[in-house]
């Protein structure tokens, strides 16, 4: 009678493999960001930070709320000398244009649901029922033009 010889590393590649395989998918499936669901709306703006109108945005810990621009409307802040970010001021926590968050300072407030928003980097809630960023628009300054486009 003859043993039969079983060849154990065939059988344990296997399994480095579907474990490999269940591992890169679990790390994938769980670094996802949350998404804003605001609606994309084309935009594209350039403000003179010389005029009166936009001239608190030359200054560091200054943000102003652009109206009629946007989803529902537009929030621009300055963190440092040069350093600005544009968010869409509609809460994500509404989804709604009249839902605004109202700027002040480098915190936003929603006037319907009273989250508030870090105004600077990512615009993460920092208090109050909405979990998702504002939407982040880009921005480029080049001498005192803001250009805010998606």
Do not use: W
Request: glycine share 6%.
């Amino acid at each position: 009678m003859q043993k039969k010889s079983y060849n154990r590393k065939s059988g344990y590649s296997g399994m480095k493999y579907l474990f490999f395989i269940a591992f890169t998918f679990l790390m994938y499936s769980s670094c996802n960001e949350i998404d804003s669901e605001i609606p994309d709306v084309p935009v594209l703006i350039e403000l003179n930070l010389d005029l009166p109108l936009y001239n608190d945005l030359a200054f560091p810990n200054n943000s102003i709320l652009l109206k009629n621009v946007g989803f529902g409307g537009i929030i621009v802040s300055c963190l440092t000398e040069g350093e600005h970010f544009a968010y869409d001021a509609a809460c994500t926590h509404e989804i709604i244009p009249s839902c605004r968050v109202e700027p002040t300072g480098l915190i936003g407030k929603c006037s319907c649901c009273d989250s508030e928003f870090q105004l600077f980097y990512s615009a993460v809630p920092a208090h109050g029922p909405a979990a998702a960023p504002l939407k982040q628009y880009n921005t480029s300054l080049v001498g005192n033009i803001l250009r805010i486009y998606n």
